[in-house]
């Protein structure tokens, strides 16, 4: 049982240290500068442990400490400088709000895609703790008659639950990309956890724009358009 084990764990391996590279080289497409950073940051942490523990007379084991301290830190710069490079390869394409929402911790639930028009203004919802929140990706005068025409759908079936409303762009009123997920976690929590899944339950009920075409996952190519036949709600 015990050998099952260790090959299981020897074949995830080979799959993370992949995934690592792949988001490496993906990172430093938008950021040239991210091996020396991170390699300073790793040798710096090391190096300032270490020398703490020269001048306290324990050099060994702080030397293990800052091996740890190294590579806690690396992770931490090369995750969020990652995570920054990302957000700015996905900054306007249409459908780059949704990645974002659909890698939201638990607790929230994401429908793609409730309502879009012929010029790929498209708006998403997402249910949680918060409420309802209703993101709009696209021109922004006619994002807000989609975001209204949304409210009032749902005020037909959850009038006591808070709407929120959030339009990505760099705008007066606006949210950026890489700000959609703080945004959203900053909402005060109104809603207890089964209370999140009977109002997305009734929202689904209620019918969205979903035809029978299936959206890509994550952003989608710029220049695509709906077709005619496809523009329309479920009754």
């Known amino acids: 049982m015990a050998r099952k084990d260790t090959e299981a764990q020897d074949s995830e391996n080979p799959g993370r240290l992949k995934q690592i590279a792949l988001t490496y080289r993906m990172t430093r497409r938008g ?15 090391f190096a300032v442990v270490l020398g703490i523990g020269f001048l306290i007379g324990h050099p060994v084991y702080l030397g293990i400490l800052a091996l740890l301290v190294s590579l806690l830190t690396t ?19 249409p459908g780059a709000a949704a990645a974002v929402l659909e890698n939201m911790r638990r607790g929230i639930a994401f429908t793609p895609a409730i309502a879009i028009n012929r010029n790929q203004d498209v ?34 079936v959850v009038s006591d639950v808070p709407v929120h409303d959030v339009i990505i762009g760099h705008g007066e009123g ?62």
């Open 31 to 45: 950021d040239r500068w991210i091996g020396w950073i991170i390699s300073g940051v790793g040798l710096g942490s």
């Open 75 to 93: 992770a931490i710069v090369f995750g969020r400088r990652a995570e920054r490079a990302a957000f700015s390869q996905m900054e306007g394409q």
């Open 123 to 156: 708006v998403h919802r997402a249910v949680g703790k918060c409420g309802v929140v209703l993101v709009g990706e696209g021109n922004p005068n006619r994002l807000k008659t989609l975001i209204a025409a949304e409210k009032r759908r749902m005020n037909r």
């Open 174 to 235: 606006q949210v950026e990309l890489k700000k959609l997920r703080s945004t959203i976690l900053k909402y005060p929590r109104v809603l207890a956890g089964p209370r999140v899944t009977e109002v997305n339950d009734r929202l689904r009920a209620m019918g969205d724009l979903m035809s029978n075409m299936p959206l890509p996952k994550g952003p989608m190519p710029k220049g695509m358009r709906m077709p005619k036949g496809n523009v329309q709600r479920r009754r």
